[in-house]
């Protein structure tokens, strides 16, 4: 009996041999990339815009934004740390890392927290104008992102210490690994395109 | 199941305590949990049914406020609602549900699998498709439909009188039901293949369906972006399209036509899948040119990201960005064209029988390309610069998606309504629907080509007499309420069927594919043994051999494990070469473990609209909301897919 819910839940026996629940999470990953590559669009066409009031080249402070970056990408490699120790069965080390990789973009959501609040004070809102509009909709989009992320590690979490997570599920972690290094990567771009190209004049 | 006693050994899960897992096969209940596919395809078609009745009530109102001039059936407001409401529908609520119906249903059975690959992310498609086309009708008592047109350009979209707070979240919904739909199809028609079922030994429906899917999971999330940007700009009062604070409102235009293009594929491809199946069925042929087929669908799924600013021309995009798109847009029309003329030569020479489906299929192609035709006449810059907007776009838009789309659809209602039920559609009254129909939406829609020629824009609520306009209108309605005849005459005959149908067997058609090697309608695990596939037209191969001038003999009894009966008859699975598989020692069906049924996906979905709603209207809402999903997700993540 057992082998026949293994069979579904692994999805055993498929055409590729991959699974199925990893071949759906690439197809996800690769909609989330034309997400991404819209809203991107959309501030790309704006940010060079003749707008009146505060933009974010104006308020934004570049070495605060790269330490945060820093702290998201690290976390990649604790999430990676992650599914190498369920891999080999070493399930405190799995919450270990679960719950460093969640400390971490934690640490990012937070400085991004700070940030907006700090833009909002300067004077920058979402209605100030349509680059200030276009800013704070591409990182908040990418902000919740990483909020489903922590969400998903958490309960990652959750269900190992309840013994929902043995060996055999370790693609959970893959799946939930893959989605975290998605938004890591997407950060990447986001940050270069925001941040580090000097407006045109 | 709650409490279940023993667990069995090696099973690490524990059970949950909050729901008895669904037990019930028949019953209400058993609809509303199931998440086998089949199910969830009549779901699917029925509810797509329904809007359409709904939709073509919207196009009657339409049609009678214009059927003379200066009409007053409707108020102005009212007549934006319709064509608005008329043309989401249409494309949101009927034809992608009812293609989303067939795929369900059919691509488990044609590429030999028990079930779709994430059967409860399917239920979710249907539950969350059904919301959402609710949430959006529940505009008209809440403040009042969308009025701004189903394509939303900015900044009329913004006005308050447009009403496109719901249709930007009932856009979102409806896409969110897609998106996971498009996946799971992917997924299925990738790894759930029957051994032998190469991806050039699918059927063409199915190649068509995996097309399909991967436009909708690239042009989907693009029209996300815009309607989140839409809705912002309207609750939240952000600038994405407000002129005033620095934006430009071409900016929708191009996020929607990037989606908005790749969709009008998403429409077509789906009926022109059906259309391949059913010519080489009924000229007992096989499909001409299967592989070029299968490429020209795929050149026109990559091909269709190239063209959308066709839909632009009148922007003012400049010269050299209108002469590319012009370009692509006349390039597209080569795959398309090849497959018309691959449709023809699969007629030619065949042993032709005229029954329902291929007179469907044929109106289909007849359709089609007269409104490819006058598609090809929008390419040319200048003459669409006379086009745009005017009554022509109409012609030809319904020419494709209707004389296209539901030609190819209703193909494929007579073709698989067997299969589906069990009974056979009375083919005498299918042919009376059909030629109503066809003479119907030809006197609706050809007439619109001379009344744009002339100059009648579109989405005027009424015009003036004198115009030269008032015949070919009077025409139209009486057109329009033709089509309306011919649908009742279709429903009779689904009542009559349903009560006194014929029953059909596992093979009314002698067709050729392999849903058609098990019984109708299939039971709920579809194959007692996994096909082993062999050839392309695994079905066809199993009940026939070539003689030696080419000719078809039957393969005798015993034959390979192939049918013990004539062709036609109805008979166990004998598919290909030979079958593997558990086997069904036990007796039917036993030893098979179907996914088992599940409330959550339902819940899931439940929480989309509530959200929608506390968006709209209030916090407490949202709230709600958030919550029913979160324990929808979190009881779909910890309940195991099949109980054991």
Known sequence: MATHIKAVEHGAATSTGLS????????????????????????????????????????????????????????SLTMVLALAAIQRGDHAKLRTWLVATALLGMTFISGQVYEFTRFVQDGMTIKTNVIATSFFTLTGFHGAHVTVGILMLLSLFGMSLDGRLPVERAEAVELVGLYWHFVDIVWIVIFTVVYLIPKSS | MATVASEPEGVAYRRRGVFARPKATTGVWSWITTVDHKRIGKLYGVTAFMFFLVGGLEALLIRSQLARPNGHVVTAEAYNELFTMHGLTMIFLVVMPLSAAFFNYMIPLMIGARDVAFPRLNAFSYWAFLFGGLFLYSSFVLGGAPAGGWFGYAPLSEQPASHMHFYALGLLILGISSTVAAINFAVTIINMRAPGMSLMRMPVFVWMTFVVSFLL?????????????????????TNFFVVAKGADPVLWEHLFWLFGHPEVYILILPAMGIVSEVLPVFSRKPLFGYPVVVFSGIAIGFMGWGVWAHHMFAVGLGPVANSAFALSTMFIAVPTGVKIFNWLATLHGGDIRFRTPLLFALGFIAMFTIGGLSGVTHAVVPADYQQTDTYYIVAHFHYVLFGGSIFGLFSGIYYWWPKMTGKLLSEAVGKVHFWLMLIGFNLTFGPMHILGLQGMPRRIYTYPSGRGWNFWNGVSTIGSFLIATSILVFLGNVVWTIRRGKAAGADPWDARTLEWSIPSPPPPHNFDEIPVVASIDPHWHAKYAEGPEGELVPVVAGGSNGPDQGPGAEHHPGTGTQAHGEGDGDGHGHGIHMPSPSYFPLIAALGLPILAYGLLFSTVFIVDGVITILVGLYGWALEPSAEP
């Open chain 2, 217 to 237: 999971i690239f042009a989907l999330p693009v029209l996300t972006v815009g309607l989140f940007e839409l809705f912002f700009d309207l609750r939240f009062g």
């Open chain 1, 20 to 75: 199925n629940a990893k071949l759906g999470m690439w197809a996800f990953l690769a909609s989330e990339c034309l997400l991404f590559g819209a809203l991107i669009s959309t501030f790309l066409l704006y940010r060079d815009r003749h707008v009146t009031g505060l933009t974010p080249q104006k308020v934004y402070d570049i070495p605060y934004t790269s330490v945060s970056s820093f702290v998201l990408l690290m976390s």
